[in-house]
């Protein structure tokens, strides 16, 4: 079983639409949670990061965590071209030092 | 501008040529780490040090040397390098309160 699981797309969104896509991870001890987006070929950028469970929303962009479920997300709102990219989730064990990544989900937003 | 840089961008050798990948950071991060991503497989974890002289394996460190002799300063060492190794390559670093900050990436084709 891998330590982070994303389904790896692609997901197709029309322009304007609200984008979801979902990570679920394996280890309780997890504590911080991260959504990086990577265009192809480019290196990884921060786009959010939640610790706790709940909501936490930066402009178009709300992360959801619910370590009940093992599960955390994000929502991108009004999806724009510029959008279409891999999207990375990553999870920082208890210990500080490893972080796992999923593979990715691939996302297309058509104009 | 903090950032991280990687040397080179793009490296194509053979079989057995030992190689060294630099990445140097310039933001006094105490972690560093390198990860390798593959189609399907994601990032992956090679080796990650905690700050100067420390230095241990991560998920993948086979066939991988590293050192961190300074804290700026984590080069990624391949002794022999073998056709498996061809990959993307990702230097990235953090302190302690922060996400991974990532360089711009090294395109490894070993043949």
């Known amino acids: 079983q891998k330590e982070v699981e994303q389904n790896s797309g692609p997901l197709s969104v029309p322009e304007g639409a609200i984008a979801s896509l979902n990570c679920t991870y394996s280890d309780r001890g997890s504590q911080s949670f991260f959504w990086y987006r990577q265009y192809s070929g480019k290196s990884p950028e921060l786009i959010m990061f939640i610790y706790s469970n709940g909501d936490k929303e930066d402009g178009r962009f709300t992360a959801q965590l619910n370590k009940a479920s093992q599960y955390v997300s994000l929502l991108i709102r009004d999806s724009q071209p510029s959008d279409s990219a891999t999207y990375l989730c990553?999870?920082?064990?208890?210990?500080?030092?490893?972080?796992?990544f999923g593979s990715g989900t691939k996302l297309n937003v058509k104009p | 501008e903090a950032q991280v840089t990687q040397n080179p961008r793009y490296l194509i050798t053979v079989t057995g040529k030992k190689l060294t990948v630099t990445c140097s950071q310039n933001?006094?991060?105490?972690?560093m780490s390198w990860y390798r991503q593959d189609p399907g497989l994601g990032l992956r974890q090679i080796y990650y040090?905690?700050?100067?002289?420390?230095?241990d394996k991560g998920d993948v460190p086979e066939g991988y040397k590293v050192s961190r002799k300074e804290k700026r300063n984590f080069p990624l060492i391949l002794e022999s390098p073998s056709p498996n190794q061809t990959s993307l390559y990702f230097c990235?670093?953090?302190?302690?309160?922060?996400?991974?900050?990532f360089g711009n990436g090294t395109r490894l084709t070993v043949t």
């Open positions: 990235a670093s953090k302190s302690t309160n922060s996400p991974l900050h």
């Open positions: 933001m006094n991060h105490e972690y």
């Open positions: 990553a999870v920082l064990q208890y210990n500080f030092n490893k972080f796992y």
């Open positions: 040090s905690m700050n100067v002289e420390v230095t």
